[in-house]
Nanobody, 123 residues
Framework: EVQLVESGGGLVQAGESLRLSCAAS????????IGWFRQAPGKEREGVSC????????TYADSVKGRFTISSDNAKNTMYLQMNSLKPEDTAVYYC????????????????WGQGTQVTVSS
């Protein structure tokens, strides 16, 4: 059974860092697009950062570029999102997701989702 479990969220002050982890089971990352998404209250879910299934290229939302870094450890079947210089506007529920053979960072194109982890950044 495919399962994704996020961890690492919490409450931090602006300027601090967090690293989110997503442990996957039931599949491996080979041929899968993987990514991190977030949803703030009253807003649509958006792609934060994704790794393409075709060539492994990474994409970042403009709002996080230069501050966040996506990575994966295939041996551990785990993906990460390193978040530095956090801002209050980064506050959201963060989700990891995956889908076989996609190259976008659009949430509607992803099939498998974790339960989400709350990130709250205070000023």
């Amino acid at each position: 059974e495919v399962q994704l479990v996020e961890s690492g969220g919490g409450l931090v002050q602006a300027g601090e860092s967090l690293r989110l982890s997503c442990a996957a089971s039931g599949f491996t990352f080979v041929d899968y697009a993987i990514g991190w998404f977030r949803q703030a209250p009253g807003k649509e879910r958006e792609g934060v950062s994704c790794i393409s299934s075709s060539d492994g290229s990474t994409t970042y939302a403009d709002s996080v570029k230069g501050r966040f870094t996506i990575s994966s450890d295939n041996a551990k079947n785990t993906m990460y999102l390193q978040m530095n210089s956090l801002k209050p506007e980064d506050t959201a529920v963060y989700y990891c997701a995956a889908r076989l053979f996609v190259n976008s960072c659009e949430p509607d194109e992803y099939h498998y989702w974790g339960q989400g982890t709350q990130v709250t950044v205070s000023s």
